[in-house]
């Protein structure tokens, strides 16, 4: 079985630009979770989908935008990009939101100029 | 106060130590997940659990609902361990994940 894919590894953006961030969910899973890592700090939830369907969403404004596909997989869109969206992004997929745990990708490190 | 506590934040060992990281959290939750994270970002799970204990090769996790406090026991430290560990709960209708700032461990040769 496939683990949890993340595109691009790294990536840098000029404040007030758009960037996507990708990410494949292992196989048979059907839920995604977006978490952003500010350095030095734990994880912090933006928003999960499961289903196609937003299942939830953090402290983040809405210029942090998501989507299901059919296959599961995901995108996180950030607009107007800030400085202080800096950080590693990790993606974590799970069956049925988390009755088997949780897999992670190894992130996208997002670093803004 | 944060909702998952960690402690140390920073552990330096000798090899062959047994390592114990703690846990302590405030809210209700559905169960409570150790997390590894090595240099680069990358995190793998390492135990989920919502009651008693779990054991994987020299790694051992236990959890006290009442208590709301885990450990994260390393039998014979080695320092390929050497990474940072993380607590986190789960809950709410979504199960989405809260984190602690994570345990910074050393295992010196």
């Known amino acids: 079985e496939t683990g949890v894919t993340q595109s691009p590894t790294h990536l840098i953006k000029t404040r007030g630009q758009q960037v996507t961030l990708r990410c494949s969910s292992q196989s048979g899973h059907n839920t995604v979770s977006w978490y952003q890592q500010a350095l030095g700090q734990g994880p912090q939830f933006i928003f999960q989908?499961?289903?196609?369907?937003?299942?939830g969403r953090g402290n983040f404004p809405p210029r942090f935008s998501g989507l299901q596909f059919p296959n599961y997989s995901s995108e996180l869109n950030v607009n107007a990009l800030e400085l202080d969206d800096s950080a590693l992004y990790l993606c974590a997929s799970s069956l049925e939101q988390e009755i088997y745990g949780y897999t992670f990708g190894s992130g996208t490190r997002l670093t803004v100029v | 106060k944060n909702e998952v506590e960690q402690s140390p934040q920073n552990l330096t060992a000798q090899e062959g130590e047994f390592i114990t990281i703690n846990c302590s959290y405030s809210?209700?939750?559905?169960?409570l997940h150790w997390l590894q994270q090595h240099p680069g970002g990358g995190i793998v799970s390492l135990f989920m659990?919502?009651?008693g204990k779990k054991k994987h090769g020299r790694l051992i996790a236990t959890i006290n609902i009442q208590e709301k406090h885990s450990s994260l026991h390393i039998t014979a430290s080695h320092p390929r361990d050497s990474a940072v560990y993380i607590c986190a709960v789960s809950g709410g209708s979504n199960y989405k994940l809260t984190f602690g700032k994570g345990t910074l461990l050393t295992v010196n040769p």
């Open positions: 989908y499961y289903r196609e369907e937003e299942n």
């Open positions: 659990l919502s009651s």
């Open positions: 809210v209700g939750i559905s169960a």
